[in-house]
């Protein structure tokens, strides 16, 4: 199960493994050397990956990830108990040909059957309602019908009230104290183990991923039931807590050893995409945005981020140690030419910004930890001299770009500070806060004061109006134990890491994976190993999008919930955690083949399946890349810049951790995207990278300016920004996070320990007016109180009044 850490070479820019080539057939594998050739001989180039980014995968492939290959034989198992009741209660029909009535009647009498006290015949009916779920397949000749089927089936299932008593279920199983305890006494944990649970979570993902999925056809009263479900998904309806929080419990339970059976891919991906249904991906954010700014009377965004991004494209990556190898033996072998050295400016190209004609350039771009994941081509083409690549026309050679991509921004704070460092300068004097005076300063500094402010990023703050919204039910409901969430995801997430190497404290995430019984021959064990390998995949996948979800809803929802979750983050060690995941081979965990399309669900229901063989295995699917690894990157690029921006001490864990090599190896994968984060990752850090490494990447710096938005006044490629130099870095983050605890606490603190920030009464009608209960020796000596305390003692009424 090491396909994805195999050594490999790097040729012509694609980073291919031995393994990977040998599983290629014999055409494709010829193709495959003389595509390889010509990308060496600098003909073609490898193309762009065409992948578009979005808030999941398509229907079919999320439904697939769902099962491991392992559960296979389960799909029959489930088909036999739902017909064995059906055959009981309603007759040798087939359930496509029953009215709706007779539906809706079956549907609630395998509902009542959950109620059932023996366990065994309780798992019968779920496996029963798993199969109404699944599409009742057997009757289905396409994939297309079945998914039409899936739909219907859940629709009903959902009307009866299936979900509430599913939930239910699921609680009495998490705190099933008998099966947690022979759970962990148990050495080896494998599928049998976690079957009661793994029956009802299927159940519940398959409902929530399947009505969260809008159709232009569904009728007026499934659109109001999917409203109506996504509210109760997002409210405390069930057990008091939104289903997510109850998620949440399982995983942390699962991670502190006590419940090891746990099927935690099932449980996370029902966590991804309860939070995703409820919450809402990426389209529904930028809308929430547009929104709040419009309410609160802000100018409106000066682009839609996603449109953006969706339009730009890759470009080439950087030379490689081999490729400069490669180059200097050409250099050998070939006279000399004097060629002169360009300008900076002249050497910009747009199509290709890494790229240069002159091949001595590509040496810049060797730092010196930059080949620590490289190594040596292919056996048949290491000795073998390229030809010099065909030169381009002079007037191809050139560019420039028709205007960036994102419009320049600046912050209340960059203002301040270029107006503090004016004033110092000219006129000995500093106004603080102010941003409006400008006497005394020279006409050419008004001028830039006026362009800053016409780029100003605005913001409001003012009173806090709390929305109870889906995303604020939620904060509530995670608050008390977010940091044994973060730490408990960022556990798994390392686990699942293909970097990550089996120790023994680590935990077991294979417990829904692997069968009873291992393997005994090779086609099995070969089978296991993809699977495994996938499991791991899709645990990855979504982790890396609930973390990314849940930052971007609480950033927008209340900055101090992001900067809470984020800084957990950061002490759970996520920053050096996801530089880990990225030190790897990426371009072979991007086109890992880590799947057998013919055993992926509906298809291998509706389909005879062909005899596997380990040839078949070996040469896995035709895609370009696998879409969920790609997508976890890009997410994982997302999380590690929401929690660097803005923050210098954790800009400067990237710098200790070494992050640049590892980010500039990412850039070798040809999508525009996670080109961009990589990017970005590396424009905060440049100015502490020193001089002499900006100098040997001129080519990525070129992108950086290329693709990246500008943030006027932001010395990024000069290092003359004053918050080089050295600063205390806990002193940061202990100013924020006492600034987050006292949010925390006058927002959520029900028992109100602090006395100051209970409400204080400045009403003197309200103040006198209160009842106030006096103690009986009082009330008896009132008369005597008085006279002391009143009568005997002069009074200066007119000081009084004043």
Same mark, same amino acid.
């Given at each position: 199960?090491?396909?994805?850490?195999?050594?490999?070479?790097?040729?012509?820019?694609?980073?291919?493994?031995?393994?990977? *080539?040998?599983?290629?057939?014999?055409?494709?594998?010829?193709?495959?050397?003389?595509?390889?050739?010509?990308?060496?001989?600098?003909?073609?180039?490898?193309?762009?990956?065409?992948?578009?980014?979005?808030?999941?995968?398509?229907?079919?492939?999320?439904?697939?990830?769902?099962?491991?290959?392992?559960?296979?034989?389960?799909?029959?198992?489930?088909?036999?108990?739902?017909?064995?009741?059906?055959?009981?209660?309603?007759?040798?029909?087939?359930?496509?040909?029953?009215?709706?009535?007779?539906?809706?009647?079956?549907?609630?009498?395998?509902?009542?059957?959950?109620?059932?006290?023996?366990?065994?015949?309780?798992?019968?009916?779920?496996?029963?309602?798993?199969?109404?779920?699944?599409?009742?397949?057997?009757?289905?000749?396409?994939?297309?019908?079945?998914?039409?089927?899936? *739909?219907?089936?859940?629709?009903?299932?959902?009307?009866?009230?299936?979900?509430?008593?599913?939930?239910?279920?699921?609680?009495?199983?998490?705190?099933?104290?008998?099966?947690?305890?022979?759970?962990?006494?148990?050495?080896?944990?494998?599928?049998?183990?976690?079957?009661?649970?793994?029956?009802?979570?299927?159940?519940?993902?398959?409902?929530?991923?399947?009505?969260?999925?809008?159709?232009?056809?569904?009728?007026?009263?499934?659109?109001?039931?999917?409203?109506?479900?996504?509210?109760?998904?997002?409210?405390?309806?069930?057990?008091?807590?939104?289903?997510?929080?109850?998620?949440?419990?399982?995983?942390?339970?699962?991670?502190?050893?006590?419940?090891?059976?746990?099927?935690?891919?099932?449980?996370?991906?029902?966590?991804?995409?309860?939070?995703?249904?409820?919450?809402?991906?990426?389209?529904?954010?930028?809308?929430?945005?547009?929104?709040?700014?419009?309410?609160?009377?802000?100018?409106?965004?000066?682009?839609?981020?996603?449109?953006?991004?969706?339009?730009?494209?890759?470009?080439?990556?950087?030379?490689?140690?081999?490729?400069?190898?490669?180059?200097?033996?050409?250099?050998?072998?070939?006279?000399?030419?004097?060629?002169?050295?360009?300008?900076?400016?002249?050497?910009?190209?747009?199509?290709?910004?890494?790229?240069?004609?002159?091949?001595?350039?590509?040496?810049?771009?060797?730092?010196?930890?930059?080949?620590?994941?490289?190594?040596?081509?292919?056996?048949?083409?290491?000795?073998?001299?390229?030809?010099?690549?065909?030169?381009?026309?002079?007037?191809?050679?050139?560019?420039?770009?028709?205007?960036?991509?994102?419009?320049?921004?600046?912050?209340?704070?960059?203002?301040?500070?270029?107006?503090?460092?004016?004033?110092?300068?000219?006129?000995?004097?500093?106004?603080?806060?102010?941003?409006?005076?400008?006497?005394?300063?020279?006409?050419?500094?008004?001028?830039?004061?006026?362009?800053?402010?016409?780029?100003?990023?605005?913001?409001?703050?003012?009173?806090?109006?709390?929305?109870?919204?889906?995303?604020?039910?939620?904060?509530?409901?995670?608050?008390?134990?977010?940091?044994?969430?973060?730490?408990?995801?960022?556990?798994?997430?390392?686990?699942?890491?293909?970097?990550?190497?089996?120790?023994?404290?680590?935990?077991?995430?294979?417990?829904?994976?692997?069968?009873?019984?291992?393997?005994?021959?090779?086609?099995?064990?070969?089978?296991?190993?993809?699977?495994?390998?996938?499991?791991?995949?899709?645990?990855?996948?979504?982790?890396?999008?609930?973390?990314?979800?849940?930052?971007?809803?609480?950033?927008?929802?209340?900055?101090?919930?992001?900067?809470?979750?984020?800084?957990?983050?950061?002490?759970?060690?996520?920053?050096?955690?996801?530089?880990?995941?990225?030190?790897?081979?990426?371009?072979?965990?991007?086109?890992?083949?880590?799947?057998?399309?013919?055993?992926?669900?509906?298809?291998?229901?509706?389909?005879?399946?062909?005899?596997?063989?380990?040839?078949?295995?070996?040469?896995?699917?035709?895609?370009?890349?696998?879409?969920?690894?790609?997508?976890?990157?890009?997410?994982?690029?997302?999380?590690?810049?929401?929690?660097?921006?803005?923050?210098?001490? *954790?800009?400067?864990?990237?710098?200790?951790?070494?992050?640049?090599?590892?980010?500039?190896?990412?850039?070798?994968?040809?999508?525009?995207?996670?080109?961009?984060?990589?990017?970005?990752?590396?424009?905060?850090?440049?100015?502490?990278?020193?001089?002499?490494?900006?100098?040997?990447?001129?080519?990525?710096?070129?992108?950086?300016?290329?693709?990246?938005?500008?943030?006027?006044?932001?010395?990024?490629?000069?290092?003359?920004?004053?918050?080089?130099?050295?600063?205390?870095?806990?002193?940061?983050?202990?100013?924020?996070?006492?600034?987050?605890?006292?949010?925390?606490?006058?927002?959520?603190?029900?028992?109100?320990?602090?006395?100051?920030?209970?409400?204080?009464?400045?009403?003197?009608?309200?103040?006198?007016?209160?009842?106030?209960?006096?103690?009986?020796?009082?009330?008896?000596?009132?008369?005597?109180?008085?006279?002391?305390?009143?009568?005997?003692?002069?009074?200066?009424?007119?000081?009084?009044?004043?």
């Amino acid at each position: 199960g090491q396909s994805n850490m195999d050594v490999g070479g790097n040729v012509g820019g694609l980073i291919v493994n031995n393994k990977q *080539r040998a599983m290629l057939p014999n055409k494709s594998r010829g193709e495959f050397v003389r595509n390889q050739r010509k990308d060496s001989e600098g003909f073609s180039e490898s193309p762009d990956l065409e992948f578009e980014y979005a808030d999941t995968d398509k229907w079919s492939a999320e439904l697939s990830e769902l099962y491991s290959y392992t559960e296979g034989p389960e799909f029959l198992l489930n088909r036999k108990c739902f017909e064995e009741e059906f055959r009981i209660h309603v007759s040798d029909d087939k359930w496509t040909e029953l009215d709706v009535s007779q539906h809706r009647a079956h549907a609630m009498r395998l509902l009542d059957g959950l109620e059932v006290i023996t366990r065994e015949k309780r798992l019968k009916v779920a496996r029963a309602i798993l199969y109404m779920a699944q599409g009742t397949f057997a009757e289905c000749s396409s994939e297309a019908e079945v998914q039409q089927w899936m *739909r219907y089936n859940i629709f009903l299932l959902l009307d009866v009230g299936t979900f509430t008593a599913l939930v239910e279920l699921l609680n009495m199983e998490v705190d099933n104290s008998a099966a947690c305890s022979s759970a962990v006494r148990k050495p080896a944990i494998s599928l049998a183990d976690s079957t009661d649970l793994r029956v009802l979570l299927n159940i519940m993902y398959l409902m929530v991923e399947t009505i969260q999925q809008e159709d232009p056809a569904d009728s007026p009263e499934w659109r109001a039931t999917r409203e109506t479900f996504k509210t109760e998904l997002g409210s405390p309806l069930y057990n008091n807590e939104p289903i997510s929080v109850m998620l949440f419990g399982m995983v942390t339970k699962f991670c502190s050893g006590h419940a090891p059976h746990f099927p935690m891919k099932k449980v996370l991906l029902l966590l991804w995409k309860s939070i995703l249904f409820t919450l809402g991906g990426f389209e529904q954010l930028q809308n929430i945005k547009v929104r709040k700014r419009e309410h609160l009377r802000l100018p409106p965004l000066p682009e839609d981020s996603i449109r953006v991004i969706r339009s730009m494209r890759a470009a080439s990556p950087p030379a490689s140690a081999s490729d400069l190898i490669e180059q200097q033996q050409k250099r050998a072998r070939r006279e000399h030419k004097s060629l002169t050295k360009q300008d900076n400016l002249d050497a910009f190209n747009e199509k290709d910004p890494y790229k240069s004609d002159d091949p001595r350039e590509d040496e810049d771009d060797n730092d010196d930890n930059d080949n620590s994941m490289e190594v040596e081509p292919f056996p048949m083409e290491r000795d073998e001299v390229m030809p010099p690549p065909i030169p381009h026309p002079p007037s191809e050679r050139v560019n420039f770009p028709k205007g960036l991509p994102w419009a320049p921004k600046v912050r209340e704070k960059d203002i301040e500070h270029f107006l503090e460092s004016s004033r110092s300068k000219f006129i000995g004097y500093t106004l603080g806060n102010d941003t409006d005076t400008v006497v005394g300063l020279p006409r050419p500094i008004h001028e830039s004061i006026r362009t800053l402010k016409q780029v100003l990023c605005s913001s409001q703050h003012g009173e806090e109006d709390v929305e109870m919204c889906s995303t604020e039910l939620l904060y509530q409901g995670i608050l008390p134990s977010l940091p044994q969430y973060m730490i408990a995801l960022l556990k798994i997430l390392l686990a699942a890491a293909p970097t990550s190497k089996a120790k023994t404290d680590s935990i077991n995430i294979l417990a829904d994976v692997l069968p009873e019984e291992m393997p005994t021959t090779v086609l099995q064990s070969m089978k296991l190993g993809v699977d495994v390998n996938r499991h791991k995949e899709i645990i990855v996948k979504a982790i890396s999008a609930i973390l990314l979800l849940l930052l971007k809803h609480f950033k927008l929802n209340h900055i101090y919930q992001f900067e809470y979750m984020a800084q957990h983050l950061v002490f759970a060690n996520c920053i050096p955690l996801i530089l880990k995941f990225f030190n790897q081979n990426i371009m072979s965990y991007i086109t890992a083949k880590n799947s057998i399309s013919v055993l992926d669900f509906p298809y291998c229901v509706v389909h005879d399946l062909p005899e596997l063989t380990a040839e078949s295995l070996e040469a896995g699917d035709i895609n370009q890349f696998c879409w969920r690894n790609l997508f976890s990157c890009i997410n994982l690029l997302r999380i590690l810049n929401k929690l660097t921006k803005w923050k210098h001490s *954790r800009t400067m864990m990237l710098v200790v951790f070494k992050s640049a090599p590892i980010l500039k190896r990412a850039l070798k994968v040809k999508q525009a995207m996670m080109q961009l984060y990589v990017l970005k990752l590396l424009k905060v850090q440049t100015k502490y990278l020193g001089r002499q490494w900006r100098k040997s990447n001129m080519k990525t710096m070129s992108a950086i300016y290329q693709k990246v938005r500008h943030r006027l006044n932001d010395d990024w490629a000069y290092g003359n920004d004053l918050d080089a130099r050295p600063w205390d870095f806990q002193a940061e983050e202990c100013a924020l996070r006492a600034n987050i605890e006292r949010f925390n606490s006058r927002r959520y603190d029900n028992n109100q320990s602090n006395p100051d920030f209970l409400p204080v009464d400045n009403c003197l009608q309200s103040v006198l007016g209160q009842r106030v209960d006096l103690p009986e020796d009082f009330q008896m000596n009132y008369d005597l109180w008085l006279e002391r305390e009143v009568f005997s003692k002069p009074i200066s009424w007119e000081e009084l009044l004043q």
